[in-house]
């Protein structure tokens, strides 16, 4: 395997080939049909179907694949091959891949200038790692928790969190000392229009990786992505509100304000923060 992996069970070492992962505890794992490996457990479940169900994946599925976050995509992407061309053969992981939109972008700039690396896509939705699978072989995908995660203490040179929850004690416990962070998450004007269509009060949220982070990780450096996009119809326009979570909030007079709408124009505003583990 490429990845030192941990028996989600004991947190002993796993091995094998791409078929067959077992421990010394004699827990085994055998490799899902579509190529991903399931490492979670049942009881790091809060539900039945836990992470986004199969809906949420298909519809941010669609609305990625009309290219208005193309342009973020290839930031991220740049910006962690530059990181890795720092390292030598190193060991990547995005945590909380989600269907790994992202994830074949990093595997695509890391592949045109690296010669040798690593990558895997992590995230507790299986709908969401089967979708993955399905649009690149060439990444290590697992189904697995973010909370404790499947890798080896130490093992991991760069990890990006896109979008996700951040969880410090696990970043520090399987980055290498020296190893970098990078995380994506929305400035304060990220869809500003679409909320304020929603809301009668928009709120920003404040948010900070620094104050989650902690002392384990030195901020390094934070860039802004901010461009527009129009989206041109309503199939649009309900594709980009059924994969936020404002699809889940909106109220039944908000949806007859988008509904009228032949067009949306958007603001794009997203932070991407570089962090170094002490």
């Given at each position: ?6 028996c ?8 094998g ?5 077992e ?16 490492l ?24 990625l ?5 193309q342009?973020?995509?290839q ?13 030598a053969?190193?060991?990547?992981v995005d ?7 992202y ?10 200038n690296?010669?040798d690396y ?22 290590t995908?697992m189904v697995?928790?973010?909370?404790r ?9 760069l ?8 969880m410090?004690?696990?970043?520090s ?11 994506a998450?929305?400035?304060d004007?990220?869809?500003?229009e ?25 901020a ?7 461009y527009?996009f129009t989206?041109t119809n ?32 958007l603001?794009l505003?997203?932070?991407?923060a ?5």
């Amino acid at each position: 395997m490429p990845f030192d992996l941990n028996c989600p069970v004991c947190l002993q070492p796993l091995q094998g080939d791409l078929k067959h992962l077992e421990c010394p505890e004699h827990h085994s794992y055998d490799a899902a049909k579509q190529g991903y490996w399931n490492l979670l457990l049942a009881n790091q479940k809060r539900s039945k179907d836990p992470g986004d169900n199969a809906e949420m994946v298909q519809a941010r599925g669609q609305f990625l694949s009309l290219g208005y976050y193309q342009q973020l995509a290839q930031t991220i992407a740049l910006r962690l091959t530059e990181r890795a061309t720092a390292h030598a053969a190193p060991r990547i992981v995005d945590m909380g891949c989600g269907e790994g939109y992202y994830t074949q972008q990093m595997q695509q700039q890391l592949q045109q200038n690296i010669s040798d690396y690593q990558l895997a896509g992590l995230d507790i939705s299986k709908h969401a790692i089967k979708a993955a699978c399905r649009h690149n072989k060439d990444v290590t995908w697992m189904v697995a928790s973010g909370a404790r995660m499947p890798i080896a203490d130490a093992s991991i040179d760069l990890m990006t969190v896109l979008f996700s929850r951040l969880m410090p004690d696990e970043f520090s416990r399987t980055l290498k000392p020296g190893a970098e962070l990078l995380i994506a998450y929305p400035g304060d004007d990220h869809l500003i229009e679409l909320r304020t269509l929603i809301y009668t009060e928009v709120r920003h949220s404040g948010f900070t990786p620094e104050s989650v982070l902690g002392e384990a990780f030195e901020a390094r450096q934070t860039e802004t992505i901010r461009y527009t996009f129009t989206l041109t119809n309503q199939s649009q326009i309900n594709a980009l509100l059924a994969m936020t979570p404002h699809g889940w909030r909106i109220t039944q007079a908000a949806r007859e304000r988008l509904a009228a709408l032949q067009q949306l124009e958007l603001t794009l505003d997203v932070c991407l923060a570089r962090f170094r583990r002490a």
